[in-house]
Nanobody, 119 residues
Framework: QVQLVESGGGLVQAGGSLRLSCAAS????????MAWYRQAPGNQRTLVAY???????NYADSVKGRFSISRDNAKNMVYLQMNTLKPEDTAVYYC?????????????WGQGTQVTVSS
C-alpha cells in the first residue's frame, strides 16, 4: 500500500510564501516523476509543476518565476516552494507521483492540502 501525504497548506496574505511538502510511504522500489497539481472551486485540476527522477523540472506559465519544485529521493519527498503568492493561487494542492512498488507501476495521489491567499 502506497500513500502520499501533503502538508504545509494554509492561509497567507498576497505576496507571502508557503512551502508544501509531500511524503510518499509504503512499499516503494522507485519513484519516477513527481508533481504538484491544483484545483480551484469550479475548475479542473491542473498541473502546477513536475520534477523527474534526475531533477528536470517544468512549470505552468502562471507560476514560473514564483514557484519552485524540488525533491529528496532518499526520503521519497517532494516540495513546492511558493513565493509571491496571489489570490488566484488559491486552490487545493495535490501531490502526484509515478511509483514502482515492485508489483506494479502506477500513479498515486495525495488527499490534497488547501492553500488560501487573501488579497
Amino acid at each position: 500500500q502506497v500513500q502520499l501525504v501533503e502538508s504545509g497548506g494554509g492561509l497567507v496574505q498576497a505576496g507571502g510564501s508557503l512551502r508544501l511538502s509531500c511524503a510518499a510511504s509504503g512499499t516503494i522500489v522507485s519513484i519516477n516523476e513527481m508533481a504538484w497539481y491544483r484545483q480551484a472551486p469550479g475548475n479542473q485540476r491542473t498541473l502546477v509543476a513536475y520534477i523527474t527522477s534526475v531533477g528536470i523540472t517544468n512549470y505552468a506559465d502562471s507560476v514560473k518565476g514564483r514557484f519552485s519544485i524540488s525533491r529528496d529521493n532518499a526520503k521519497n519527498m517532494v516540495y513546492l516552494q511558493m513565493n509571491t503568492l496571489k489570490p488566484e493561487d488559491t486552490a487545493v494542492y495535490y501531490c502526484n507521483a509515478d511509483i514502482n512498488t515492485g508489483r506494479r507501476f502506477g500513479t498515486y495521489w495525495g488527499q490534497g492540502t488547501q492553500v488560501t491567499v487573501s488579497s
